[in-house]
């Protein structure tokens, strides 16, 4: 049982390029999430997903896209790279009966 | 709208004596109220959660919290610091009439160092 898997570990972007993100659980979590973490802030949520093929926008959705074809994998789409996207990305999962949510080890993307 | 607010960006304390870390909530319900750790360069791990039971929380590692409704506040606590201790700690509040999305709300952190 892995948990919550997160690759990328880390990556450097030039602006304009685009990236996806991977996020997988093996928890058979329905909800699914990814957060962005800037320096000396707390997590802020871009993306939500309560089950396959369902998604919403959180605080911060400019700039990204989501899907969730499947109930394990919740991938994080870039388009067009901006250095106001520099940070470390987090994705997490519960079950829906529960409110702790389970993290990954974040992604640490710089875009330059 | 619900907010926690952290009281210190960094704590410092020697090994062997308590650690306290602060944390304000607002939010007009009955909130569920969390404490994650993150170590350097790792993800989040859960330390213990507040869900409206008992108000004194019992964590992992030897960390405790009080929820006390009157001050709005849930501080962390732990009698004895151990240098593996030091990390960043985010309060976290969860909105009880978000049944939707049940996203969580993180506060801005708290380094916390060990000395020897």
């Known amino acids: 049982n892995a948990g919550v898997t997160q690759t990328p570990k880390f990556r450097i972007l030039k602006i304009g390029q685009s990236m996806t993100l991977q996020c997988a659980q093996d928890?058979?979590?329905?909800?699914m999430y990814w957060y962005r973490q800037d320096p000396g802030m707390g997590l802020k949520l871009i993306y939500y997903?309560?089950?396959?093929?369902?998604?919403d926008k959180g605080e911060v959705p400019n700039g990204y896209n989501v899907s969730r074809s499947t109930t394990e994998d919740f991938p994080l789409r870039l388009e067009l790279a901006a250095p106001s996207q520099t940070s470390v990305y987090f994705c997490?999962?519960?079950?829906?009966?529960?409110?702790?949510?389970?993290f990954g080890p974040g992604t640490r993307l710089t875009v330059l | 709208a619900q907010s926690v607010t952290q009281l210190d960006s960094h704590v410092s304390v020697s090994e062997g004596t308590p650690v306290l870390l602060r944390c304000n909530y607002s939010?007009?319900?009955?909130?569920?109220l969390f404490w994650y750790v993150q170590h350097p360069n790792k993800g989040l791990q859960l330390l213990l959660k507040?869900?409206?039971?008992?108000?004194l929380v019992k964590g992992i590692n030897g960390f405790e919290a009080e929820f006390k409704k009157s001050e709005t506040s849930f501080h962390l606590t732990k009698p004895s610091a151990h240098m593996s201790d030091a990390a960043e700690y985010f309060c976290?509040?969860?909105?009880?009439?978000?049944?939707?999305?049940?996203?969580?709300?993180f506060g801005s952190g708290t380094r916390l160092q060990v000395q020897p």
């Open positions: 507040y869900t409206s039971a008992a108000t």
């Open positions: 928890m058979n979590h329905n909800y």
């Open positions: 997903s309560v089950g396959a093929g369902i998604t």
């Open positions: 997490a999962s519960r079950r829906g009966v529960e409110d702790t949510q389970y």
């Open positions: 939010s007009s319900y009955s909130p569920s």
């Open positions: 976290v509040v969860r909105d009880p009439k978000d049944t939707g999305r049940r996203a969580l709300t």
